[in-house]
């Protein structure tokens, strides 16, 4: 048996019989069973900056159900994705740990090990129908044809779809696509080159044409009404595109920016129409009875590519790929209707914060499991008693180094350069460095940091997984 097939670690034969995987996994939501399960759904947009939404204050955006949320929810001012690219911080989402623990150091590198136990694994074994719908980006989805960047033959080694990782449903790129006609190189016409793929294993080869954002939300729409018809809960992980390049908008989604340039018409199009496809999904939820019930959260996997516009990290330092606020600090948001009531959250959150969040909200106890984790469970903070981070938030990425706490935040901002600190509440653009002023913060933070580090070299070797 190969190494993949063998990914049901340490969940193994879970899938077949619940009652197997309950000597791993306890507590089954709780039997207080009268209040039902919420249904879970995680969106991200691919290099949406903070400053990239109209609830954000961006002069021009039209992102009217982005706003709405905001104003329903809990809108999170200091919300980091694990990284400055996408496929670091979507390996957080999903297991709670950085991904420098397991090897996916940045895009195309690497891939989610058998060893790391998946967000979407432990929901299935409680229950849960689960989906992935968009770009996965943690590893190649096919071993038989040229496929995105690495997929094929050549790829083989780095094989994990989400199939394999939990996912009933799939609907899932390796990687980017345009975000209109995603199957098409909008520069040549000729076929792009990366393939939607389907839990089968099987080539999606119907209904591609126009919007991506809408291509995919046709796949989220009957998977939802499947799983409430069906009185069961439902997962869905759904990973936008947009606005990742090649960025393009339909002919009526310039017009909206048409007083604007042709690259920004593309660039605010198609996250307006990513918004409005995030509106269809609340309606078919509102429609069907379910809103209430059904907590969504959003974010974006990092800051906005290039180092001008159209992308905007609004007033924040540096932009993806920097472990400055403009890489790292994205739009955050999270509604719960029947739970939560509106309000603005400014303590630091993180997109590692998902895994072990979730889990506690629905009372479920890992009895084995790869560890460290290094998010945190915001329950406390969801309903009101949590008034600071009882934990730093770290981070590494290509030789930078970062540790962003409630107040501080040091930085190396590349492997020959000095430590940096900042008072990010009162200089939340990183304009004042503090090193010289406060040497003593600056050393316990570089020590904790350092620890940190080499926890991770330890993770990366291969020392949090049992035998």
Known sequence: MSAILRKRNPVASCFGSLAVCCCLLAGTYPAQAAMPRPNIILMMADDLGWGDTGYNGHPVLKTPHLDQMAKE????????????VCSPTRGSCLTGRHPYRYGILSANVGHLLPEELCLAEVLKAHGYITGHFGKWHLGTLTKTIKDSNRGGPKGARHFSPPWLNGFDVCFSTEAKVPTWNPMIDPKSGKPYGTYYWQQDGQRVRDNLDGD???????????????????????????WFHTPHKPCVAGPDYRKLYAAHSEEEQHYFGCITAMDEQIGRL????????????????????NGPENKAKPGSAGPFRGRKRDLYEGGIRVPGILIWP???????????????????????????????????????SL???LFGSMDRRPSPIAFEFAGKLALNDNRYKLIRPGRAADFELYDI??????????????????EAMKQQLLDWRKSCQRSAAGKDYSP
């Open 379 to 381: 329950k406390p903070l």
């Open 338 to 376: 029947d739970k939560l009531k509106p309000r603005v959250v400014r303590i630091p959150c993180c997109s590692s914060d998902y895994f072990p969040t979730i889990l506690d909200l629905l009372d479920i106890r890992l009895q084995k499991h790869p560890e460290p984790i290094d998010g945190i």
């Open 282 to 301: 609340r309606k078919t939820l509102s429609d069907a009875g379910a809103a209430g019930n059904t907590m969504i959260w959003f974010a974006s996997d």
């Open 212 to 238: 991506d954002s809408r291509v995919i939300m046709d796949r989220v729409i009957p998977f939802v009404q499947s799983a409430i018809r069906k009185e069961k809960p439902f997962f869905a992980v759904i």
């Open 425 to 442: 509440v009162a200089d939340p653009g990183e304009k004042k460095n503090l090193a010289a002023d406060k040497p003593n913060v600056l």
């Open 73 to 84: 929810g809990l809108r999170f001012d200091r919300f980091y994705a694990a990284a400055p």
